[in-house]
């Protein structure tokens, strides 16, 4: 089992920047994967931004240039650093793991709202 907890969430203006966190605990060497979904009021969850064991990252395209993952694995910490914030950024934040058996777990979320 790896728990997650995420915070940094909050409310800022267009062109601003936020930096999320997400400690995560438990069984956290099997982990192989972190990243980070985002939800829209009536929108699907979508993925964000993913970086592996050996700090390879990838990004969507609504993000990539603007975004940042990272993660401090000697305190199993990921951060998203988010740049240049728009109002289609509002959503809630989750930061995920995925083991070597294919298992995903999950954070509660935490909330990003950006006003125009």
């Known amino acids: 089992q790896v728990y997650l907890v995420e915070s940094g969430g909050g409310l800022v203006q267009a062109g601003g920047s936020l930096t999320l966190s997400c400690v995560f605990s438990?069984?956290?060497?099997?982990?192989?994967?972190n990243g980070w979904y985002r939800q829209a009021p009536g929108k699907e969850r979508e993925w964000v931004a993913t970086?592996?064991?050996?700090?390879?990252?990838v990004y969507a395209h609504s993000v990539e240039g603007r975004f940042t993952v990272s993660r401090n694995n000697g305190a199993n910490t990921l951060y998203l650093q988010m740049n240049t914030l728009q109002p289609e950024d509002t959503a809630v934040y989750y930061c995920?793991?995925?083991?070597?058996?294919?298992?995903?777990?999950w954070g509660q979320g935490t909330q990003v709202t950006v006003s125009s």
């Open positions: 970086i592996t064991n050996a700090g390879h990252s």
């Open positions: 995920h793991a995925q083991t070597r058996y294919g298992q995903y777990y």
């Open positions: 438990g069984d956290t060497a099997i982990v192989v994967t």
